[in-house]
């Protein structure tokens, strides 16, 4: 029998206490089997796509129809930083197809890109020999799986957005580079891209800025790309960001439709992919092996690139297009409300200005009446005042068949008048 009065450590009590993540992963896994009449309107659960779906059933059948292939697959231990072969296929893809000038010295592969993060983040910041180092959010809100990875205290900072009204029922958050100070303790800077929770994207010149800034104080600029490019490309304008020497890209299958696989991989300068490397032969020993063996044939030619561009993001847009019609007919004009623009990602990012109650309440409230969003607070982190604002959020997803996500996007109407007439 454990002692009653088990004590966990500092870092045990950061990473196994409650969390925003923990939460949103509870109630995915919840609502996928005990709760099916749950309407899923908050996790990142990619949609399913038939097109997708039928070329990794048929990659499937080629792996099972190569006993040898097969059992390689199944039975070795890759390297603790990728299979030699893919790292050169990825390499030779990312090179012919977006022309960056990287070599298999430049890729890592990583069990997930949140688990790449939560080693970078704690590569790069923390405690040190000269002083508290730490990560820098440049555009807040930002992403819930980000929150808790840090495994000391005060080791992020983040910057309030400059919040663009377009209209009545639109914002934009732009980064607000008067506010953005790099400061000596600063050891990189993360954004996601398009972000997570907003489905905001980086303009060519806040990406410029940003990379410039880094460049000038010597530190890394990180990118989350699990949604953009270059897959499974879902950006709707025409910014597409390139990686260079300096830079950190994260780069997830999860999205292509495999988040059962586990696998993501980042492109980064060989002394940070080597240290990732190292660290996750420590943690993970190596990487799960069926994701690099169902992308590796594909990574020989543009078919990548052409599933998104082709099949995934009209896809998503179209689906994007029908939600904001659904909450836009729901809500109509009788409270205070605005969506952040849709450029890309999977997610409605609703403003309910002057909300009543906190956006954690009104979660709670349509849960009981069987839909799920996730409340705005949990994506504003690395500040040390309150920000207002994202308890006034929520994020929706719209990746669910169509009949869920319109009941569930009318019961949410409903639910929101009801708060605002009382």
Known sequence: MLNPNLLFSDIGNRLAGPSGIQELMDDTGEAL???????????????AIPEVQALWRQRMSELLADGTALDKTLLNYDPPGGNPLFL???????????????????????????????LLFNLLAGDSATGKRRILFPLLPEYIGYANQALCADQFAAVLPHIEERGEHEIKYRVDFDRLKITSDI???CVSCPTNPTGNVLTSDEFIRLRDLARQHYIPFILDN??????????????????EPGMIFSISLSKLGLPGVRTAVVVADPVI??????????????????????????????????????????????????????????????????LHAQEGAFFLWLWLKNLPIPAAELYRRLKARKVLVIPGHYFAFGLNHDWQHPHECLRLTYSQPQAIVQDGLEILADEVKQVFAV
């Open 273 to 338: 992919v080597k240290a990732l490397s190292n660290m996750n032969a420590i943690v993970s020993l190596a990487n799960g092996n069926v994701g690099q063996a169902l992308l590796t044939p594909l990574l020989e030619d543009n078919k990548l690139l052409s599933l998104g561009s082709d099949v995934i993001r009209p896809f998503y847009k179209q689906r994007s297009d029908f939600a904001k019609g659904v909450l836009s007919a729901a809500l109509g004009d009788d409270v205070p409300w605005a």
């Open 226 to 243: 699990a949604y953009g490019h270059p897959f499974p490309g879902v950006i709707h304008g025409s910014f597409r960001p390139s990686w």
């Open 33 to 47: 089997t005990t709760h099916p009449d749950m309407r899923m309107l908050g996790g990142g659960q990619p949609a």
């Open 187 to 189: 050891a990189a800077m």
């Open 88 to 118: 050169e296929a990825m390499a030779g893809f990312l090179k012919r197809e977006c022309g960056w000038q990287v070599t298999r010295e430049n890729i890592a592969v990583m069990p997930s890109s949140q688990s790449a993060c939560f």
